[in-house]
């Protein structure tokens, strides 16, 4: 199993920026991806970005528009999501998640930050 533990959230006006930060502990070396997702109130969670534990690749929501950088640091077994210009529409608890290799979908889950941004 992989364990999960987000931080960096809290409030912020608007046109602020946070950095979260996700640390992973257990089987680590079973990680082939890890992502970040929101949920707004009262919406359905959704992809933000995510990165892959190798290499350089990084995959961002089309919503992102710049604004929203992934990056890890597999010595800490951390991965950030650098976030600028936050918005009112920000507001969301992020989690991030392990998709492990050889597997379709990410199976394991943070317990979430929450990001709260006052315009």
């Known amino acids: 199993q992989v364990q999960l533990v987000e931080s960096g959230g809290g409030l912020v006006q608007a046109g602020g920026s946070l950095r979260l930060s996700c640390a992973a502990s257990g089987r680590t070396s079973t990680i082939y991806a890890m992502g970040w997702f929101r949920q707004a109130p009262g919406k359905e969670r959704t992809f933000v970005a995510a990165?892959?534990?190798?290499?350089?690749?990084?995959y961002y929501a089309n919503f992102v528009k710049g604004r929203f950088t992934i990056s890890r640091d597999n010595a800490k077994n951390t991965v950030y999501l650098q976030i600028n210009s936050l918005t009112p529409e920000d507001t969301a608890v992020y989690y991030c998640?392990?998709?492990?290799?050889?597997?379709?979908?990410?199976?394991?889950w943070g317990q979430g930050t929450q990001v709260t941004v006052s315009s």
């Open positions: 990165i892959r534990w190798s290499g350089v690749t990084t």
């Open positions: 998640a392990v998709r492990q290799s050889g597997m379709e979908s990410y199976d394991y």
